[in-house]
């Protein structure tokens, strides 16, 4: 069931686009930002929204990230996760791998019953996922992912997403969301960024670690 985001989309999931233009040139630059930028931004934040991605899978980062989750909710931070239904290399995974963690179950949310939080949401955090949060599937009518079901993370007030380069996901198409002003990159391996942030926010709130 190893099947590529592209086979999925073309057998059906999306609406593939029909409108037979050239996709939308995307302009600007992409803004790279710090672990500990990222970490001021979750202390101080207020409601959280994680969407975990294939890249999660493949560094085996959930354990890092679920504790991280724990600390901020101890910080009295709202954190939810935002689960597309064909992130990871199939569905359903990523829901098995935050269990294993040991993420509570009720924070653990469907894109349907999560995308329209993400204006509320002081930070969204992308953790290795790439066509289940592109702006193009919206934005761009002659886009290959146009009419694609996607997490709308660009709505949050700040973006971070967490990617080992600026590089395609599976549908090769590039990904506007990066270059938007709301964005931070984090670039890195996922497991050791993870692993990171987890060791930046035991020192930022040691409160929540004693909790």
Not at 78 to 90: K, L, S
Request: with cysteine.
């Amino acid at each position: 069931m190893n099947r590529s985001l592209t086979n999925v989309i073309l057998g059906g999931y999306g609406t593939v686009s029909t409108a037979g233009g050239k996709p939308r040139e995307i302009t600007g630059t992409h803004t790279e930002v710090t672990a500990d930028q990222t970490v001021d931004w979750l202390l101080n934040a207020k409601n959280v929204i994680i969407v975990p991605g294939y890249g999660l899978c493949a560094a085996r980062a959930q354990y890092p990230i679920a504790e991280m989750a724990s600390l901020l909710r101890k910080h009295d931070v709202n954190v939810r996760f935002g689960i597309h239904p064909v992130a990871g290399r199939m569905p359903g995974q990523l829901n098995v791998l935050l269990a294993e963690a040991g993420v509570p179950y009720d924070i653990v949310l469907e894109m349907d019953e999560i995308n329209d939080d993400f204006p509320d949401t002081d930070v969204a955090l992308v953790i290795g996922a790439n066509d289940t949060v592109n702006c193009a599937a919206e934005d761009d009518p002659n886009s290959i992912i146009a009419g694609m079901p996607v997490l709308r993370v660009w709505k949050a007030k700040q973006v971070v997403v967490m990617k080992r380069t600026l590089g395609v996901g599976y549908a090769a198409v590039d990904n506007p969301l990066f270059y938007k002003p709301n964005t931070g990159m984090l670039l890195g391996d996922a497991k050791k960024m993870c692993d990171t942030l987890l060791t930046k926010i035991k020192e930022n709130a040691p409160a929540a670690v004693a909790a």
